[in-house]
């Protein structure tokens, strides 16, 4: 009977191994199984957090651009004249030299006065499109807004102050359309 007893203790410990094993694989499965699950669901977490970074960053890549496609359609406003005041600069220059030149007969003054006349309205209509004459003589040389064609020693002014203007120089609102030619002392 000991023979039975030891074979059936064998076999009930044979039994447990079997169900150990049994029970193990299932765990080792799960753990198995919720792996791959898992990694995919960290997988589709960094997808979804890229996605997200790719949306903001276009986002913020739209948003620039409208905003600088708002400001060159604000500047185009602006600066729409700019073409035509150009072309009228060197009108007004020749308007000026006609105005400078003194005459002696009457005909000619009445002349001289509808040419002053023609003057004062062209520079009227180009104030009101927004250009002004950048003032230069007695007033520090301005790289931006100057073009030193000579310099002079003159001990009536400061160093680097605009002493001659040979040419004037107009802006366009806030814009430098010509810079004045002038001369500079040292």
Same mark, same amino acid.
């Given at each position: 009977m000991d023979e039975?007893?030891?074979?059936s203790e064998e076999m009930e410990d044979q039994e447990n191994?079997?169900?150990?094993?049994?029970?193990?694989?299932?765990?080792?499965?799960?753990?198995e199984d919720t792996n791959p699950a898992s990694n995919e669901v960290e997988q589709l977490r960094q997808e979804k957090d890229e996605t997200y970074q790719r949306l903001l960053r276009l986002q913020a890549d739209y948003d620039n651009f409208r905003r600088r496609s708002q400001k060159e359609r604000e500047d185009d406003l602006k600066?729409?004249?700019?073409?035509? #005041? %150009? @072309? !009228?600069?060197?009108?007004?220059?020749?308007?000026? /030299?006609?105005?400078?030149?003194?005459v002696q007969d009457d005909s000619a003054k009445s002349f001289v006065e509808g040419i002053n006349m023609v003057y004062r309205?062209?520079?009227?209509?180009?104030?009101?499109?927004?250009?002004?004459?950048?003032?230069?003589?007695g007033e520090e040389f301005d790289p931006n807004m100057h073009?030193?064609?000579m310099q002079v020693n003159d001990e009536n002014y400061e160093s680097n102050?605009? #002493? %001659? @203007? !040979?040419?004037k120089?107009?802006?366009?609102?806030? /814009?430098?359309?010509?810079?004045?030619?002038?001369?500079?002392?040292q």
């Open positions: 039975n007893k030891q074979k191994v079997e169900q150990e094993e049994v029970i193990d694989h299932p765990e080792q499965e799960v753990v600066y729409k004249s700019q073409d035509l #005041v %150009e @072309e !009228l600069l060197p009108i007004v220059d020749n308007f000026e /030299r006609a105005l400078q030149t003194e309205q062209l520079k009227d209509a180009l104030n009101k499109q927004g250009v002004e004459e950048i003032p230069a003589v073009q030193a064609v102050v605009v #002493v %001659e @203007e !040979l040419q120089g107009y802006k366009l609102k806030d /814009r430098v359309i010509r810079p004045s030619m002038v001369k500079v002392n």
